[in-house]
């Protein structure tokens, strides 16, 4: 069985849509796959209706955007929550209407010092997706002020230029009290991942283990083997599942699917855990 339990489709900032997704996925040789965009979950219809016809299993989740305490960016995956929850609906609604804000924002000063409009960013932007540096980066990339995404995120978009803002997202361990209120099971995405930035400390950690965190995303392209040693070790003292992932997002990063995968017994230990809503299977 081949897992892979984090992808993005262009209702966030992955580039193909949702049914292209589950064909990439089948391509990959991948049995099962789950879709998780940031802060939403509008690509799972398409997703789960295309998913039986190609011989994919559908995880359906979501990657909800948070921000800890010391204002550092935490990214928490959802897995077979209740999408109409009123609770996590609400911070991820007002999660992805700041996203817009401060992209908005981010623009405005990115126009002081390049020729960068409002409706070059849209242009790159799927109606409704959530919004992200990453399309702020399509257009950076499209006007020749950057090679791709990756080089963009590298010099202009870093979250140390002078152009990065910030963007409301709730606390993590709110995410986490969240996700299970709708019946989901919330893992921790690329908990160690420095190369984006600072991480977070064992503080929390904890406050996300205390609400009730079931597992974390050891094998991530952007966890050093340090981090992954001491995410180990931690799952183990707190009996948290481990899950291995690509976070594919099309041609917009490097990361192909089934580049980490997660085991028969992490997922069915999801399965266990989950009441919101179920695996689409073949
Ligand atoms: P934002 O949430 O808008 O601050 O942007 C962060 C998002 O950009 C993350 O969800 C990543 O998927 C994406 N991202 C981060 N670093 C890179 C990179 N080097 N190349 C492409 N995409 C990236
Ligand atoms: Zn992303
Ligand atoms: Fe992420
Ligand atoms: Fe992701």
């Not at 064992?202 to 040693?229: C, K, Q, S, W, Y």
């Amino acid at each position: 069985m081949r897992i892979d339990l984090h992808a993005h489709s262009n209702v966030s900032d992955g580039t193909e849509n949702p049914a292209d997704v589950i064909a990439s996925a089948a391509a990959a040789g991948l049995d099962v796959v789950a879709l998780t965009d940031h802060d939403t979950t509008s690509g799972w219809s398409e997703a789960a209706a295309a998913a039986p016809g190609l011989g994919v299993a559908l995880v359906p989740g979501m990657e909800v955007s948070c921000k800890s305490s010391e204002g550092i960016s935490v990214h928490l995956l959802s897995y077979l929550h209740d999408p109409t929850h009123p609770g996590l609906l609400a911070e991820i609604t007002k999660a992805k209407s700041a996203r817009l804000t401060r992209a908005e924002s981010m623009v405005a000063i990115l126009a002081e010092d390049y020729e960068l409009s409002w409706e070059d960013v849209i242009m790159h932007v799927t109606p409704g997706a959530t919004l992200g540096r990453p399309h702020i980066a399509d257009a950076l990339v499209s006007m020749g002020a950057a090679r791709d995404r990756s080089d963009a995120f590298a010099s202009i978009l870093t979250s140390r230029s002078r152009y990065f803002i910030p963007h409301y997202a709730p606390d993590p361990a709110l995410a986490v009290e969240l996700v299970l209120a709708a019946g989901g099971v919330p893992v921790f995405a690329h908990p160690v991942a420095s190369a984006r930035g600072r991480v977070v400390g064992l503080e929390t950690f904890h406050d996300m283990i205390d609400a009730g965190l079931a597992g974390v995303e050891v094998d991530h392209r952007d966890n050093p083997e340090e981090g992954r040693e001491f995410l180990r070790s931690l799952a183990r003292k707190h009996d948290l599942l481990i899950t291995g992932s690509s976070d594919y997002h099309g041609t917009g990063k490097p990361n192909l699917l089934g580049e980490n995968v997660t085991s028969a017994d992490a997922l069915a230990r999801i399965e266990d855990l989950a009441s919101g809503t179920a695996v689409v299977r073949p």
